[in-house]
């Protein structure tokens, strides 16, 4: 890591400065769209209203022929539309493929004073991102782009888990992470052909009764790794997210997965169907009750110390922070949705 001194200093001559601070920014999804598909730019002023961040994906899902129309279709998507507080992002190509550094090149050349965030797929340790890093400082300079763009990386590879914590600490132009369920699956030999949720056979067995038949209590095959990543991005005060949820059938299942996400500390998933889109909102909105009940803690102690009970239950420093937390992120939530700014009284 840099030293302290250097750490925040532009890397190019005329880049803009890193940020201290991430911008305040409500990102309940990150719904995918394939620019190269002219149908689907077209509903992207409407989607403008309905999701908190679009991101133009250029990497995978998008088949080898069609990797510079997707990188046109994204460009043009940028040029046309104003975005106003959502959030506009890209999934470039991996560092290791033929299309990235054009993709890199091309999108801040042409749009990087409206690129709020490039996503890096299949980062395997800090070099990556510090590849990313200087290249950005570089092409923002000679751009005249006057806000630094973040990078977001995926974490999909064993290596990118085994050196997650380097990851988050790589540049202050670090946003926060994804888990990347199908990649980390492949990568790891994980036998599993499903994109994030459970699996039947990964499971406990209750203990043996008798010759009563046994129930097998289905785990959360992702929990050690949203837990690894939750720390070491709040520890580098970067955002953790939830990724890809592959079964558009199965609506419960998803609102399963990113509910524990949202539980252990994440604060959204990505959308690759219109109909995940609402899935997420509801999940990553703190609950009008829980919000309520924050807001008690947070009066009942107005300065955060000592202790009080409040509807039979203790509450001390340790939950002032707790209840600052969600209360914190319903002030995010309230300032985009006035339905939700009314239920939580806010
Ligand atoms: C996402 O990119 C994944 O591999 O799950
Ligand atoms: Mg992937």
Sequence with gaps: MRQPRSYYAPLAIGAPQPYRELPVRLERMIHFVPPHIEKV??????LISKVDVILGNLEDAIPADQKLAAREGFIQMAEDNDFGSTGLWTRINCLNSPWVLDDITE?????GNKLDV???????GPWDIHYLDQLLAQLEAAHQVTKPILIHAILETAEGVKNVEAIANASPRMHGMSLGPAD????????????????PHYSVLADADGEAA??????????YTVGKMVDACMAAGIKAFYGPFGDFSDPDACEAQFRNAFLQGCLGAWSLHPSQIDIAKRVFSPEPEEVLFSKKILDAMPDGTGAVMIDGKMQDDATWKQAKVIVDLARIVASKDPDLAEQYGL
Excluded: C, F, N
């Design 41 to 46: 730019r077209a509903k992207v002023p409407d």
């Design 107 to 111: 999108i801040v050349g042409r749009i």
């Design 118 to 124: 490039i996503m890096l797929p299949k980062v395997e």
């Design 184 to 199: 980390l699956a492949a990568s790891r030999g994980m036998k599993t052909t499903r994109v994030g949720g459970g699996h």
């Design 214 to 223: 046994r129930t097998g209590y289905q785990q959360d095959l992702w929990h």
